[in-house]
């Protein structure tokens, strides 16, 4: 697997596109996850009726503050976790 400063074509600036990913074999998740939500977020009326249609299931949690601090170690855990994955 290529780095994308290693690669003399690759401009060494932000403008890395899930496409030049793709090309480079480099990984580009947060660019593609963060164009997804863009597009999707353009969506508004095909959004409001697949909601009336998929009701949301969400239930809300109530926890207790030890519980509150398990979940936040837990998420800084796999926030580093995939820090060194990436």
Known sequence: ???PSQHSTLPLTPSLTPPQA???SVAAPTIA???DARFLSG???QRVEAAKLYPSTLKVMT???EQKQALVDD???ALYA???CN
Do not use: F, N, R, Y
Request: with cysteine; proline share 5%; charged share 25%.
């Open 75 to 77: 998420v800084k855990a």
């Open 33 to 35: 996850t963060s164009l």
């Open 43 to 45: 969506l508004k009326e």
């Open 1 to 3: 697997m290529c780095h």
């Open 82 to 84: 995939s820090k060194v």
């Open 63 to 65: 926890l207790s503050p």
């Open 22 to 24: 793709a090309e480079l």
